[in-house]
T-cell receptor, first 117, second 114 residues
Framework: ETGVTQSPTHLIKTRGQQVTLRCSSQ?????VSWYQQALGQGPQFIFQ???????GRGNFPPRFSGLQFPNYSSELNVNALELDDSALYLC????????????????FGPGTRLTVL | DQQVKQNSPSLSVQEGRISILNCDYT??????FLWYKKYPAEGPTFLIS???IKDKNEDGRFTVFLNKSAKHLSLHIVPSQPGDSAVYFC?????????????WGAGTKLIIKP
């Protein structure tokens, strides 16, 4: 059973550019959540995808968008990068039963460190 | 507005002694609480959780206590070991929320001294 993987590990971009981060969920998990962790802070919820649809969103602007694919892997896209977008981006996968209630803990990948210059 | 607060940025404890990490929350809708541990260059790893219907949950050396009236929880590690040195995050969620969004504290860096 493979864990959650994320790519790339590190990324450097300049203001105004666009970035795509990728996440492969743990085997058997159908839900992916994305978090942004700024230095010295706890992770902040960006959004979640369940069965290829957005299933909840935190307080992030529309330039943060995502996708989930049929194999439950996911992408986070950020347009018009700003300096404050520099952070560790974490992906977490979990299971969700047919009742819609979570039955599983969120398992995290190692994150992608994004630096915006 | 921080709904989950970990007021101690760091904590240093002698190996073999008890480590106590604290967490306070403000949202009375939270009914499920989790502790995660994070090593450098790794993602957070789930440690232990507690539902609001309980006031204590144990798993080996780790025990979480919940005081709902005070909106306070704590994680006890006994005995502390060098491998416990990490950043510990407290997180909370209203589990009825279908997206199970976790609200996190800022973390406490635990250093176990040999």
């Amino acid at each position: 059973e493979t864990g959650v993987t994320q790519s790339p590990t590190h990324l450097i971009k300049t203001r105004g550019q666009q970035v795509t981060l990728r996440c492969s969920s743990q085997s058997g998990h159908n839900t992916v959540s994305w978090y942004q962790q700024a230095l010295g802070q706890g992770p902040q919820f960006i959004f979640q995808y369940y069965r290829e649809e957005e299933n909840g969103r935190g307080n992030f602007p529309p330039r943060f968008s995502g996708l989930q694919f049929p194999n439950y892997s996911s992408e986070l896209n950020v347009n018009a990068l700003e300096l404050d977008d520099s952070a560790l981006y974490l992906c977490a996968s979990s299971g969700k039963g047919f009742s819609g209630v979570f039955t599983d803990t969120q398992y995290f990948g190692p994150g992608t460190r994004l630096t915006v210059l | 507005d921080q709904q989950v607060k970990q007021n101690s940025p760091s904590l240093s404890v002698q190996e073999g002694r008890i480590s106590i990490l604290n967490c306070d929350y403000t949202n009375s809708m939270f009914d499920y609480f989790l502790w995660y541990k994070k090593y450098p260059a790794e993602g957070p790893t789930f440690l232990i959780s507690i539902s609001s219907i309980k006031d204590k949950n144990e798993d080996g050396r780790f025990t979480v206590f919940l005081n709902k009236s005070a909106k306070h929880l704590s994680l006890h590690i006994v005995p502390s070991q060098p491998g416990d040195s990490a950043v510990y995050f407290c997180a909370a969620t209203p589990r009825w929320d279908s997206n199970y969004q976790l609200i996190w504290g800022a973390g406490t860096k635990l250093i176990i001294k040999p």
